[in-house]
């Protein structure tokens, strides 16, 4: 069975400094693995996705996750925060399925 | 750019009553998914959906919820007789394949009071 880990349920940085946000997944399987952004009252965006290509991953607005197969982790990371990435960030893994599971989400705060 | 779509945005309904959530996916996608967001809770995967019949569920999804896709575009969510834990946001989305990136709708928040 698969299930997804997100190891911070809150994340603070100050802005211009780096962003972590841990993931770690289980899977039987090679896994598909997803950030997705959710903005307050806001539907979710994707950031980036792994699909067994590439293991580090580019997305939108800065961010990057690798995906670590040794350690089954796919942490995020920005190397700049904004104010503008002040979110619920969500971890998800989908496995050749038709199901796909969610991490608990970081709640990512920027001060500035 | 193309995107999910869900209607209405907030509904209120009383403990009991039937509610139905409707979403317009993308037009050229063919698997379909409804997810729920309990205030404060993680998101819970509840059904996909893929050639007219449910193709998974989760145990959440029991025979008060069914989904539906009345015509070539729209893709719905009935509770039979809502209960007060079905308040929750009701998240739509769609995909052109699985297990690839599913483009979510900005959801539905149901009420039930």
């Known amino acids: 069975a698969q299930s997804v880990t997100q190891l911070d349920s809150h994340v603070s940085v100050s802005e211009g400094t780096p962003v972590l946000l841990r993931c770690n997944y289980s899977s039987s399987y090679s896994p598909s693995l997803f950030w997705y952004v959710q903005h307050p009252n806001k539907g979710l965006q994707l950031l980036l996705k792994y699909t067994s290509a590439a293991t580090l991953v580019k997305g939108i607005n800065g961010f990057e996750a690798e995906f670590k197969k040794s350690e089954t982790s796919f942490h995020l990371t920005k190397p700049s925060a904004h104010m503008s990435d002040a979110a619920e960030y969500f971890c998800?893994?989908?496995?050749?399925?038709?199901?796909?599971?969610f991490g608990a989400g970081t709640r990512l705060f920027v001060k500035a | 750019e193309p995107e999910v779509t869900q209607t209405p945005s907030h509904q209120v309904t009383q403990m009991g009553q039937e509610v139905i959530l409707r979403c317009v996916p993308i037009s050229n996608h063919l698997y379909f998914y409804w997810y729920r967001q309990i205030l404060g809770q993680k998101v819970e995967f509840l059904v996909s959906f893929y050639n007219n019949e449910i193709s998974e569920k989760s145990e959440i999804f029991d025979d008060q919820f069914s989904v539906e896709r009345p015509d070539g575009s729209n893709f719905t969510l009935k509770i039979r007789s809502t209960k007060l834990e079905d308040s929750a946001m009701y998240f739509c989305a769609s995909s052109d394949r699985t297990p690839y990136e599913q483009y979510f709708g900005p959801g539905t928040r149901l009420t039930v009071t």
């Open positions: 998800v893994v989908s496995v050749d399925s038709f199901k796909t599971i």
